[in-house]
């Protein structure tokens, strides 16, 4: 499997790297064994065995915590960031295992059609009103529902992790699965930005 060889290489290389300050073999180490010296991360290096971290969906927050403190010389926040949110800790294994998301989701998911078409509707009539008390009282009404399903997806999603962790987060159907519901994320999150965005047009006095 393409993912599996990529993850292969990038644990062969961080196994072999040298300390840049006294050539001693580091591996993994964030700070050199021998002259005690932080060392830069690999490009593509595995950000869970960086932090000591068992390679699972589930992260006990506290722990990861605990582990960047500690480690917080040489790891940047927006590493640590991607292992303490769900999303991009999801994104981010199917990065690991050679099935990226994606940075455009334009179809739209068979299971938020409706709501998408109903929005979209929704905005189009607050566009083109010029009376639009009861456009904007819709628009206003879909953007909860918007964040509503958001908050139930994200729930989800982190309660599948612990379900997929125990039968095995690497397998085809796992991740197939983690790739579709990221997708709905992705796109009810367009689609929630582009609701507050018209409101806030709406709200700014020309």
């Keep these: 499997m ?19 300050h006294c050539s001693a073999r580091t591996g993994l180490a964030l700070v050199c064994g021998q002259c005690e010296a932080p060392q830069p ?26 582990r960047y403190h500690e480690a917080s010389r040489v790891v940047h926040p927006d590493r640590h960031q991607t292992l303490r949110d769900p999303i991009a800790r999801g994104r981010y294994w199917l990065e690991l295992h050679g099935s990226p998301l ?29 009376d639009s008390g009861a456009a904007r009282e819709s628009i206003e009404s879909a953007y909860a ?32 699965e983690l790739k579709r519901r990221l997708s709905e994320i992705a796109y009810l999150n367009t689609l929630r930005d582009d609701v507050d965005e ?9």
Excluded: K
């Excluded at 991360?41 to 605990?66: I, N, Q, T």
């Excluded at 989800?156 to 159907?173: I, K, Q």
């Excluded at 018209?198 to 020309?206: E, F, W």
């Design 2 to 20: 393409e993912g599996s060889s990529a993850s292969l290489m990038v644990r062969a290389e961080t196994r072999e790297r040298e300390c840049w």
């Design 41 to 66: 991360l690999a490009a593509g290096v595995d950000l869970f065995a960086v932090l000591g971290l068992r390679r699972r969906l589930v992260v006990d927050p506290d722990d990861l915590e605990r």
């Design 145 to 176: 529902d918007i964040d509503a399903r958001l908050r139930a997806l994200v729930a989800e999603l982190e309660a599948r992790y612990a379900v997929w962790d125990a039968a095995g987060g690497e397998t085809s159907d796992a991740l197939a």
């Design 198 to 206: 018209t409101l806030d047009a709406l709200r700014t006095p020309s």
């Design 102 to 130: 994606g940075e455009r989701n334009n179809q739209v998911p068979p299971a938020l059609a409706e709501l998408v078409f109903e929005t979209q509707e929704h905005l189009a009539e607050l566009r083109g009103a010029s």
